[in-house]
């Protein structure tokens, strides 16, 4: 009996069961380069466009994150939503500090230096101020030893400090948000008249 299994007939029958399996192509791959270089590019297409999307937000890295936070700084659509975000989670006098340093910053004359340095302080650094920004004591107690004599830079700690509170909580939250979402998708849709 053990002589019949390997017989001719038997081998044909096993010849024919094979020919009906698919097996993969490896051959393929490696003859056929273009295509190959054809499908990573493919799989590297998708992976940025996934990589774009805001639900993956959380694994990018700061500096890109940083340089997204301020082109929308810039564009005026955008900043306009922001604030409007802002101003429905109660902290928009984050974005009025950091624009109003921006403002600061461009001052040229010492005497309009001066009376800004102490309009910013009275609205967003001062225990009583209105707008009152969420900066460590320390950072305050500088910038109130600044005010004796103003530059440009005595609020660039504060600012920084109140860019990275924005950077971390608050954007990653606008980009998930439905405004800033309708926004992209509008800039994205090109109307012909």
Known sequence: MPKHLFSRIRFNEFKDLM?????????????????????????????????TSPSNVSWRTEHQLHSTLEKMLQDKKYLAAFRAFLQSEFSEENIEFWLACEDFRSTTSLDDLRWKA????????????CREINVDFHIKEKIKKFLEEPSLSCFDEAQRHVYLLMERD????????????????KSRTLWYI
Do not use: G
């Not at 020919?19 to 273009?34: M, S």
């Not at 190959?36 to 493919?42: G, R």
């Not at 967003?124 to 101020?129: G, L, R, S, V, W």
């Not at 948000?177 to 998708?185: I, N, Q, V, W």
């Open 19 to 51: 020919q009906n399996v698919k097996r993969p192509r490896r051959i393929d791959i490696v003859l056929n380069r273009k295509r190959y270089k054809k499908d990573v590019q493919c799989l590297v297409v998708q992976r940025n466009y996934h990589d």
């Open 118 to 129: 102490e309009k910013i302080y009275k609205e967003f650094i001062e225990p009583t101020a």
């Open 170 to 185: 608050s954007w990653p939250r606008f980009l998930h948000s439905d405004a800033y979402l309708s926004l992209k998708h």
